[in-house]
């Protein structure tokens, strides 16, 4: 009899956010003529710059003929691609960057460099994929709790051998400064830890003590691997672009060598059209173009903030990243919370507990949906709290 891999059994993000969507289903059809304004979603609003549609169409162009047609052979990126990203970076080799469809599948993936023995770290909340993923592997974790007691801003007290920090953080919209990412990097350098560090919105951060990289940091090229992402940067998150580094310098020996016999069995590069689109963001017109649509996102995202702290709620995040970890307010819990904003406000949150245990007075609003819902959904919060 064939057995299924018994460790697709734990996997519990698709369950939580199947639940988002059967409450906000069974609510649609009972009340079909009701508008919902959704607030939840992480994916981006605005659309692809042209520069970078232009770009793309010229790729394809180049696919049907015969004299620049482009196949096979690409495992680890184009060097057009990986150029731009070693000038962005000023140190690695085109050897040590690898360019993928996705920082979710190379946040995941990374995993298969690892012994099974291995004990990893995760933030508790944090980005549910990064559990389900060890959960798949059959990797063992533990959590830290980040809490409001700590800042957000956990450190742990015993060793592991895989820690993921995302920073800017989802959900808690946080981003981590030079000191506490140094105290970081110190431990991994004492424990021989790896950190995965999951920098797909970097292109949010503002403020000037927050590192751009996690490479800013002094040791940092021996315990990180970073990876980013086209997706929030340049509305790709159709288009599937992404990138990783892992450094010759990195504690485990060979690692590239190694790595690269595991990319070329299961992965057969990037596209294409998609690598092409990518270089068109480097360009003086593309970059002014991308951050005034970031810039959007964060004032979105100041407005829900200051809106909501008039309103007495307690705001975290939205200053270096499109989220906002907001407080529940009369301790209510997750899915009561989320219950009450569906059915007497119309509006879509994510529930903390989504995240893990310690997001359960606690849920998540994205400032990367359009600002005229935005703008409505703040206009509902303040008429309801009015009323009540
Ligand atoms: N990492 C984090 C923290 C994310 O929030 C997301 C997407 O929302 C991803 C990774 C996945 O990004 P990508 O679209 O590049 O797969």
Redesign the pocket.
Known sequence: MIKINKNLLNVQQVDNFEEVSKRVNEYKINNPNNKLLNLGV?DVSKPIIKEVIDEMNKAINELGNIDTFKGYGYFYGHSFLKKKIIDEYKCFTEEEIYISD????D?TNILELFDKDSLACLFNPS?P?YRDALDIMGIKYEYIDANEFNDFRPLPNKKYDIVYI?SPS?PLGIAYDKDYLTKWVKYALKNNCIILY?N??DSFIRSSNVPKTIYEIEGSKKIAIE?R????KAS??GV?C?YYIIPNELIIKDVNKYWKKRVMTKFNGSDYIAQRGALATYSDKSIIKINKNIDDYLTNARYIKEELEKLNYKVYGGFDSPYLWIKNKNNMSSWNFFDLFLNELNIIVIPGIVFGTNGDNYFRVSALAKKSVIYEAIERIKSYEKEN
């Open positions: 992480g996705g920082a979710k599948t946040t980005y994929v995302c989802n999951d797909v919105y990876f992402s086209y997706s929030k790709f998150t599937r992404s």
